[in-house]
Nanobody, 126 residues
Framework: QVQLVESGGGLVQAGGSLRLSCAAS????????MSWFRQAPGKEREIVAA????????YYADSVKGRFTISRDNAKGTVYLQMNSLKFEDTAVYYC???????????????????WGQGTQVTVSS
């Protein structure tokens, strides 16, 4: 069992930055590929970024490429999402997700996730 707790969300003006953190419980954090998803009101949940267990493989949605950076610290059991140049359309609830994957594998599908965090609200004012 893995518990994920997100933090770092909030209200920010367009063009600003936020860093989301997701702390995982348990001793097997490095066994999991980690992902960030988001869901805006009235829209489906979508993948934002993903990272494999070692950090050697990352993925970004086109909408955030060049603005967001995913990283992880296995010693701390934490995954991060640095969000720069935020836009109004980035407003959503952001969810941290864990999927047990090895090697360079990452998880981009909601259906493939093993554990979810509770979500943290990010609101970007225009």
């Amino acid at each position: 069992q893995v518990q994920l707790v997100e933090s770092g969300g909030g209200l920010v003006q367009a063009g600003g930055s936020l860093r989301l953190s997701c702390a995982a419980s348990g001793r097997t954090f490095s066994s999991y590929a980690m992902s960030w998803f988001r869901q805006a009101p009235g829209k489906e949940r979508e993948i934002v970024a993903a990272i494999n267990w070692s950090g050697s493989n990352t993925y970004y949605a086109d909408s955030v490429k060049g603005r967001f950076t995913i990283s992880r610290d296995n010693a701390k059991g934490t995954v991060y999402l640095q969000m720069n140049s935020l836009k109004f359309e980035d407003t959503a609830v952001y969810y941290c997700a864990a999927a047990r994957r090895s090697g360079t594998m990452i998880e981009l599908r909601s259906e493939g996730v093993d554990y979810w965090g509770q979500g943290t609200q990010v609101t970007v004012s225009s």
